[in-house]
Structures are given as structure tokens and as C-alpha cells.
């Protein structure tokens, strides 16, 4: 794939470690590429008015103003009809007049932190897709309309995604149930009987249908270790 035909992605975060790790994870994307990374307000405009993104992964908690500013201004200031920048929101704050504002101005998607990395990549991967069938030509019929809004949309609460078991989901589920506090995945494994890599990728799902909640320790230094919890 050419890179004039990558999806371009802004990556604002006021936490600097947050910011890396989703620039990290949106370059191991085939069909996006990083064009810069803003940890303000005020820089983030800057920075979508000199790129010009397709995709804006945008925090609302920034230190100069809210995140719901920057799209307010883009959008009354748009003059090129043929370019719009769509954002992915990914933030903390969980107010429900906030969220009501973002899906208002446009956002394609809003990812409440803190969530497994594989969240995002999976929003992302829709994103793609849905993009590339609105780019398509031609009449659209009601199916091609319904798939189009579903490739937007979360996966349905409780479906599993390709490659898990229900066995294994409600072991994993029943080992998480039954910690006391905060569990790594290594945890889980060694209790459930499982690989490390298998008992992330259940836990991950865990915490999208909303039955896990994960908290990112930061050390001093490399990647931050994810503590699970189940959620009553």
C-alpha cells in the first residue's frame, strides 16, 4: 500500500505515555501511519490544521481546554468539502452530556480509558473498513447501509469474538470472579490452566463486554502492567 493512501492519524493525549503507546499500536497497522502526536489543545489544532488527518484520536481531558473545543472549532471552520477529519474519542471522562456532545459533533467512536489495547485496535480495523465502503461509487441498498453502521458499532454485549469458546470465556470469568482485588493476566493463566497469551486475550474481552475493569500500572520505566478486576 502506498503512503498517500494510508489512513493519516493524529494521536492527542496529555499523558505522554498514553500518547506513545497508542502511535505505537496504530503503526503496527497496515492501512494507517502516524502524522503526528499533540499533547494539547492548542497544539492539536495546530497540528490538524498543517497535516490535515483523516483520523484524530482525540483525549477530552487536555490541560488548556477540552477536547470538545478542538472539534468545535474544526468543524465551524472547515472550508474543504472534499477532506473531513473524523475522531475517535478516548478519554476518562464518563459524563453522559459530554459523550451526547462528542457523538453530535461527528465522533466515529468514544473509547472510555482505561481499555485493553485490542479495543482500540479493533475500532480502528472497523474504521478502516467502514471508510473504504464510503468511498465506494454507486447507489446504496438498505443492507449495504446496515453493514456499513454496524462496521461502526461495538460488537453486540456477550457475542464472542472469532476464535474464543464459551468454555474458556466462563473459566477465565470464573477465575477472575473468584480473585480477591486486582489480577495480571499470569495470574489468571497459572489459576485457570491457561497460556498467558490465551488468559489476555479473554480478559481483554472481558473488559469490552463490560464485565472486567483494567487499571494500567506505570513503573519507572517500559510498558505498563495490566491489573484486571471483575465487575459486579
Given at each position: ?10 494521536v ?30 492548542a ?31 474544526l468543524?465551524?471552520?472547515e472550508?474543504?468539502?472534499?477532506h473531513?477529519?473524523?475522531?475517535l ?21 468514544y473509547?472510555l480509558?482505561?481499555f ?32 456499513l453502521?454496524g ?31 486486582e ?10 490452566g ?14 469490552a ?24
Amino acid at each position: 500500500m502506498s503512503r498517500a493512501s494510508l489512513i493519516r492519524v493524529l494521536v492527542v493525549d496529555d499523558d505522554v505515555r498514553v500518547a506513545r503507546n497508542h502511535q505505537e499500536l496504530v503503526e503496527t497497522l497496515p492501512t494507517f501511519t502516524v502524522v503526528g502526536v499533540a499533547h494539547s489543545a492548542a497544539e492539536a489544532l495546530t497540528q490538524i490544521r498543517g497535516h490535515r488527518p483523516d483520523l484524530v484520536l482525540l483525549d477530552l481531558h487536555l490541560p488548556d481546554a477540552s477536547g470538545l473545543s478542538v472539534v468545535r472549532a474544526l468543524r465551524s471552520a472547515e472550508e474543504d468539502p472534499g477532506h473531513r477529519t473524523d475522531f475517535l474519542m478516548i478519554t476518562a471522562v464518563r459524563d453522559i452530556a459530554q459523550v451526547r456532545s462528542a457523538l453530535h459533533g461527528g465522533a466515529v467512536h468514544y473509547l472510555l480509558k482505561p481499555f485493553p489495547l485490542s479495543a482500540l485496535r479493533d475500532q480502528l480495523e472497523r474504521y478502516a473498513v467502514a471508510r473504504d465502503r464510503m468511498s465506494a461509487e454507486g447507489e446504496a441498498t438498505q443492507q449495504d447501509v446496515d453493514r456499513l453502521f454496524g462496521l461502526l458499532r461495538p460488537p453486540a454485549a456477550g457475542s464472542l469474538p472469532k476464535g474464543l469458546t464459551k468454555a474458556t470465556a466462563e473459566l477465565v470469568a470464573g477465575v477472575l470472579r473468584a480473585a480477591d482485588g486486582e489480577v495480571s493476566a499470569s495470574d489468571v493463566a497459572d489459576r485457570a490452566g491457561v497460556s498467558r497469551v490465551t488468559a489476555r486475550r479473554y480478559l481483554e474481552h472481558l473488559c469490552a463486554d463490560g464485565r472486567a475493569g483494567l487499571r494500567l500500572r506505570y513503573g519507572s520505566a517500559g510498558r505498563p502492567e495490566h491489573l484486571y478486576r471483575w465487575v459486579p
